[in-house]
């Protein structure tokens, strides 16, 4: 792109972190010489560079029910496979649920403890907090969620849902009080979930009539209450195990992609969370082949981008959700793991069923997969991102403006019910592209929009975030003038920050274009052109491009240009076809930057269609606006390239998805000899694979590596 943001690779790399290098070897002394675990007292004690044991690799096995006949022999499975953690679970099973119980769990948790420590393994204690057990299920008429009937909450169809205002609250503490005598390393909150309707038990009625003055059913305060209901009782929970605790982690299951609909404003969640955990490998509920592929490494670059100096964790059901007997498959299991590695994730792999399971073809490639990542944990430290695109999410969008959600375990999933764009569609749209097309990319968020920030990137890519902040308004802007390229997606920044739409974009005048009317619907028949004299009818090569199903009629501002344009709708598909006519793609210069801007849900459309012609249209503007990015030969449509440094050092993830036809995948298929084409900026004299545990021999001339197989995943350390 030429301009002011343009600059070397290694002067990138220092304007990422300055300390970065000392820390990065810091780091590696650290897990080299940190001497054996001793078996008491490990919680409080740092490392010689007074890092946090969590903020080094953690890998996390959690067994989330009891049909063990041996508890504490657990451990010694969890070690061999790899792990230095376990969330600890089944010693407090009460079936799916679990919570301390000091009368019934003291001393064989003061056991296992002992044990895991002895064996390197640290110990968080997990807390239910969103059901009542079997053995609480006697108290459910005074701690239970009710509707507006009166009638009990369910969750998984089965448990009453706790209210966090009954005087379970008082119960809970109490149990929280008891843990600070135990030697674990920390707590685990799985929860809280409040249902959409809230809850309207007697104790919800008074604390609102407290709160609001008036009745709930009279309330225009309902996710404003919920919210406080959870925020309220996790703020107080955390400052009251941190009184007595002030070095044991405390952190709690948090819906990051579901925010809204959770009542969680995630700012205020970071008050309370030392790690920032997250369900991404809880999948796919319903048919694997109709899941959303990125799932993992979306997540994981999401929690990065909330909170990049947070340790950060993916929850990863060991089982094909929602069954808790049938695992994912050794490929999908090893994928999954790989994907929220190399996104700088810690992963916590949690079994619902036995121990067995371990020795299914799953468990042992669970095993296979922590092992190496054990071995290979000096690379997993101290690192930063290279990438120079970012896809934007917007927290406003996610509560203002229609999405449609996937299913979790808390909540069912839902369609976005309307003509206007779909956030998550869009979102996974562009993701799949971006991800399809080999470029290493980020996400962010607009919880602290600030030019500066965005300014790491040259080019962001802006879904159909509808709802946008005055300040995401402002920071995209200054972005954009400073030199940075905008893509931005159909209605983006066409509603204000509380979901009311506006007369015109916010962004108008970065974007080029003004509304002109109103959302129009069209048939899977209709086409857009791209103009056969813009640089871009190189990208595609063909004439016609089915039309998205939506779009905007704008108009186009004098300075702008447009390089695609939709033929009028069809009457049917076999008739004549018209010229095209209303701009559909257009390009305008903004200040230093540049702005492409689609009149229509493209993100969407490519999630739900998956045009190729979608992806080498976007493909070919990513690579003409961000000049010398990595490239590969021979690579397979699916490969997930993910590209940090470490101090002085560069790491390439390779995650290769090439697999077979319909998920679930069960066959690899490895690619031999692929060609990686380095950026002109990164002239490594040394490479090394720690999948085939082998140097690879950079071409000079050509600054490239060969790689000789990729099987499902490879960390390539440039030095
Ligand atoms: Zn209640």
């Given at each position: 792109?030429?301009?002011?943001?343009?600059?070397s690779?290694?002067?990138f790399i220092?304007?990422?972190d300055r300390?970065?290098?000392?820390?990065?070897?810091?780091?590696?002394?650290?897990i080299?010489?940190?001497p054996?675990?001793?078996?008491a007292?490990?919680a409080v004690?740092?490392?010689p560079?007074?890092?946090q044991?969590?903020e080094?690799p953690?890998r996390?096995?959690?067994l989330?029910?009891n049909?063990?006949?041996?508890?504490?022999?657990?451990?010694?499975?969890?070690?061999?496979?790899?792990?230095?953690?376990?969330?600890?679970?089944?010693?407090?099973?009460?079936l799916?649920?679990?919570?301390?119980?000091?009368?019934a769990?003291?001393?064989?948790?003061?056991?296992?403890?002992?044990?895991?420590?002895?064996?390197?393994?640290?110990?968080?204690?997990?807390?239910?907090?969103?059901?009542?057990?079997?053995?609480?299920?006697s108290?459910?008429?005074?701690?239970?969620?009710r509707t507006?009937a009166?009638?009990i909450?369910?969750?998984?169809?089965?448990?009453?849902?706790i209210?966090?205002n009954?005087?379970?609250?008082?119960y809970?503490?109490?149990?929280?009080?008891?843990?600070?005598s135990l030697?674990?390393?920390?707590?685990f909150?799985?929860?809280?979930?409040?249902?959409?309707?809230?809850?309207?038990?007697?104790?919800?009625?008074?604390?609102?009539?407290?709160l609001?003055g008036?009745?709930l059913k009279?309330t225009?305060h309902?996710?404003?209450f919920?919210?406080?209901?959870?925020d309220?009782?996790?703020?107080?929970?955390?400052?009251?195990?941190k009184?007595?605790n002030?070095?044991?982690i405390?952190?709690?299951?948090?819906p990051?992609?579901?925010?809204?609909?959770?009542?969680?404003?995630?700012p205020?969640a970071?008050?309370?969370?030392?790690?920032?955990?997250?369900?991404?490998?809880f999948?796919?509920?319903?048919?694997?082949?109709?899941?959303?592929?990125?799932?993992?490494?979306?997540?994981?670059?999401?929690?990065?981008?909330?909170?990049?100096d947070?340790?950060?964790?993916i929850?990863?059901?060991?089982?094909?959700k929602?069954w808790?007997?049938w695992m994912?498959?050794?490929?999908?299991?090893?994928?999954?793991?790989?994907?929220?590695n190399?996104n700088?994730?810690?992963?916590?792999?949690?079994l619902?069923?036995?121990?067995?399971?371990l020795r299914?073809?799953?468990?042992?490639?669970a095993?296979?997969?922590?092992?190496?990542?054990r071995?290979?944990?000096?690379?997993?430290?101290?690192?930063r991102?290279l990438?120079?695109?970012?896809?934007?999410?917007?927290?406003?969008?996610?509560?203002?403006?229609?999405?449609s959600?996937?299913?979790?375990?808390?909540s069912a999933?839902?369609e976005?019910?309307?003509?206007?764009?779909?956030?998550?569609?869009s979102?996974h749209?562009?993701?799949?592209?971006?991800?399809?097309?080999?470029v290493?990319?980020?996400l962010?968020?607009d919880?602290?929009?600030?030019a500066d920030?965005?300014g790491?990137y040259?080019?962001?890519?802006l879904?159909?975030?509808?709802?946008l902040?005055?300040?995401?308004v402002t920071?995209?802007?200054?972005?954009?003038?400073?030199g940075?390229t905008l893509i931005?997606d159909f209605?983006a920044?066409?509603?204000?920050s509380?979901?009311?739409?506006?007369p015109?974009?916010?962004?108008?005048?970065?974007?080029?274009v003004s509304v002109d009317?109103?959302?129009q619907?069209?048939?899977n028949?209709?086409?857009f052109?791209?103009d056969?004299?813009?640089?871009?009818?190189?990208?595609?090569k063909?004439p016609l491009l089915?039309l998205?199903l939506?779009?905007?009629?704008?108009k186009?501002?004098?300075q702008?240009?447009?390089?695609a344009r939709s033929?009028?709708?069809l009457p049917g598909?076999?008739?004549a076809?018209?010229?095209p006519?209303?701009?559909?793609?257009?390009?305008?210069?903004?200040g230093?930057?540049?702005?492409?801007?689609?009149?229509?849900?493209f993100?969407?459309?490519?999630n739900d269609?998956r045009?190729?012609?979608?992806?080498?249209?976007?493909?070919?503007i990513?690579?003409?606006?961000?000049?010398?990015?990595?490239?590969f030969d021979?690579?397979?449509g699916?490969?997930e390239v993910v590209?940090?440094?470490?101090?002085?050092?560069a790491?390439?993830h390779l995650?290769?998805?090439?697999?077979?036809a319909?998920?679930p995948?069960?066959?690899?298929?490895p690619?031999?000899?692929m060609?990686?084409?380095l950026?002109?900026s990164l002239?490594?004299?040394?490479?090394?694979?720690?999948?085939?545990?082998?140097?690879?021999?950079v071409s000079?001339k050509?600054?490239?590596?060969?790689?000789p197989r990729?099987a499902e995943?490879d960390?390539?350390?440039?030095?």
């Open positions: 792109m030429g301009h002011a943001m343009r600059r690779f290694w002067a220092r304007t990422l300390s970065s290098s000392a820390a990065a070897l810091a780091a590696v002394l650290f080299g010489l940190y054996p675990l001793p078996e007292s490990m004690k740092k490392g560079d007074s890092t044991w969590y080094q953690m996390i096995a959690a989330q029910c049909f063990e006949k041996d508890n504490p022999a657990v451990i010694d499975m969890w070690a061999a496979d790899g792990f230095n953690v376990e969330q600890l679970f089944h010693p407090t099973a009460d799916y649920s679990a919570l301390f119980d000091p009368a769990h003291r001393t064989i948790v003061e056991q296992y403890v002992k044990k895991a420590h002895a064996k390197g393994v640290r110990i968080i204690l997990y807390l239910n907090i969103h059901i009542l057990g079997p053995s609480l299920e108290k459910k008429d005074i701690w239970a969620q507006a009166g009638e909450v369910k969750l998984y169809t089965t448990y009453p849902a209210c966090l009954s005087p379970w609250k008082d809970f503490f109490s149990i929280l009080d008891t843990l600070s030697d674990i390393d920390g707590i909150l799985d929860g809280p979930v409040i249902g959409s309707e809230g809850c309207q038990c007697k104790y919800c009625e008074q604390a609102h009539q407290k609001y008036k009745p009279d225009p309902h996710w404003e919920c919210h406080w209901t959870k309220n009782f996790l703020q107080a929970a955390y400052a009251r195990w009184e007595k002030p070095g044991k405390f952190y709690m299951n948090l990051v992609f579901h925010a809204a609909s959770a009542f969680v404003d995630i205020a970071l008050q309370y969370n030392d790690i920032l955990g997250t369900e991404g490998g999948m796919p509920y319903g048919p694997a082949k109709n899941a959303f592929l990125w799932k993992p490494s979306f997540t994981a670059k999401m929690i990065e981008a909330i909170s990049p947070k340790p950060r964790v929850f990863m059901a060991a089982d094909h929602p808790s007997w994912h498959s050794p490929l999908e299991t090893k994928l999954c793991i790989a994907s929220c190399a700088a994730a810690n992963v916590w792999y949690g619902h069923g036995s121990t067995i399971l299914t073809p799953s468990g042992a490639a095993g296979q997969s922590m092992r190496f990542f071995d290979n944990e000096r690379y997993f430290s101290t690192t991102s990438a120079r695109v970012a896809l934007f999410y917007s927290f406003t969008s996610d509560r203002y403006y229609p999405t959600r996937g299913e979790t375990d808390f999933g839902g976005a019910a309307s003509h206007y764009g779909d956030l998550g569609k979102l749209g562009y993701y799949s592209m971006l991800a399809e097309m080999q290493p990319f980020d962010v968020t919880l602290a929009p600030a920030a965005l790491r040259d080019l962001i890519v879904p159909s975030c509808g709802a902040t005055t300040e995401t920071a995209l802007e200054a972005y954009v003038r400073s940075g931005a209605d920044s066409l509603f204000d509380l979901g009311a739409r506006k015109d974009f916010a962004l108008s005048k970065v974007f080029g009317g109103e959302y619907e069209h048939r028949w209709n086409y052109s791209v056969s004299s813009s640089g871009c009818y190189e990208y595609v063909v089915p998205p939506a779009s905007l009629p704008v186009v501002l004098p702008a240009r447009v390089i033929l009028p709708d598909r076999y008739v076809l018209p010229a006519q209303a701009p559909f793609l257009t390009r305008n210069s903004f230093k930057g540049a702005c492409f801007y689609f009149a229509g849900n993100g969407q459309m490519y269609y045009p190729p012609e979608y992806r080498a249209l976007l493909r070919g990513v690579r003409e606006q961000v000049k010398d990015l990595i490239a021979n690579a397979p699916n490969l590209l940090r440094k470490q101090g002085p050092r790491l390439l995650v290769n998805y090439g697999a077979g319909d998920r995948f069960d066959r690899l298929l690619v031999d000899n060609i990686i084409r950026p002109s002239r490594p004299a040394h490479a090394r694979s720690c999948a085939l545990k082998r140097d690879l021999v000079k050509t600054n490239s590596i060969v790689l990729l995943y960390l390539i350390v440039m030095e």
